[in-house]
């Protein structure tokens, strides 16, 4: 599975759009990209994934580049409970084996 | 049930004691996954269980590290002898395992909290 890389850290005003990256230089044809996140002493939540196309859910916008070398995860209101560590991990869809977590983006949102 | 179960939440144990693990995955989930996760660290892949396969057991630590599942349900996670190095929170996921092309996702449970005194 390709390898990903995060910030290690980022700021966001409460109400604003929280816009984390994700490089993933050496993704392949078949892989997908997940977000997921980890709000303290909990297990990690499943937030969104997608192939090349952008997605959207009730939680996040996803958005990947046509090159899909890097992608980005938009939370267009970030609320002070979004205050999580978010992963973004590639990996082919229908291997069933492992995620890799790497050590993600520990994202604050500031009252 | 309607999510993963783990049990215990929290375990304190003393340095060279064997503890077990459970977890309890969504029902009709044919894969199932064991994490770990040390105190600011990510997340570190131990084994995986996908139906009646054999397990890929290429993340366990050490030979101090075991894992069943039973009737391709419920997981216990064995560390045996344990060590102060083995202090972290251990996590169980589920899914639908993958084939036929479709995508699916984890879901995972709260985790279990060890300590090694």
């Known amino acids: 599975d390709a390898k990903t890389t995060q910030p290690t850290s980022m700021d966001c005003a409460e109400g604003r759009a929280a816009n984390l990256p994700c490089n993933h230089s050496?993704?392949?044809?078949?892989?997908?990209v997940y977000w997921y996140r980890q709000i303290h002493s909990q297990g990690p939540q499943y937030i969104i994934h997608?192939?090349?196309n952008n997605e959207t859910n009730e939680m996040a916008s996803l958005i990947i580049t046509e090159d899909r070398k890097s992608s980005t995860l938009i939370l267009p209101h970030a609320t002070l409970r979004d205050t999580a560590v978010y992963y973004c991990?590639?990996?082919?869809?229908?291997?069933?084996?492992?995620?890799?977590f790497g050590t993600g983006t520990s994202l604050t949102v500031i009252p | 049930g309607a999510g993963v179960s783990q049990s215990p939440s929290n375990k304190v144990t003393e340095k060279g004691k064997d503890v077990e693990l459970r977890c309890d995955p969504i029902?009709?989930?044919?894969?199932l996954y064991w994490y770990r996760q040390s105190l600011g660290q990510g997340l570190e892949f131990l084994i995986y269980?996908?139906?009646?396969?054999?397990?890929?057991k290429s993340g366990l630590p050490s030979d101090r590290f075991s894992a069943e599942r039973t009737g391709g349900s419920v997981s216990t996670l064995t560390i045996q002898r344990t060590q102060q190095e083995d202090s972290a929170v251990y996590l169980c996921?589920?899914?639908?395992?993958?084939?036929?092309?479709?995508?699916?996702?984890?879901?995972f449970g709260s985790g279990t909290r060890l300590t090694v005194v």
């Open positions: 996921a589920s899914s639908l395992g993958g084939t036929g092309g479709k995508v699916y996702g984890y879901t």
């Open positions: 050496t993704i392949s044809g078949n892989e997908y």
């Open positions: 997608g192939l090349k």
């Open positions: 991990i590639v990996r082919v869809s229908n291997t069933g084996n492992q995620f890799y």
């Open positions: 029902s009709g989930h044919t894969a």
């Open positions: 269980f996908q139906g009646n396969s054999a397990p890929d």
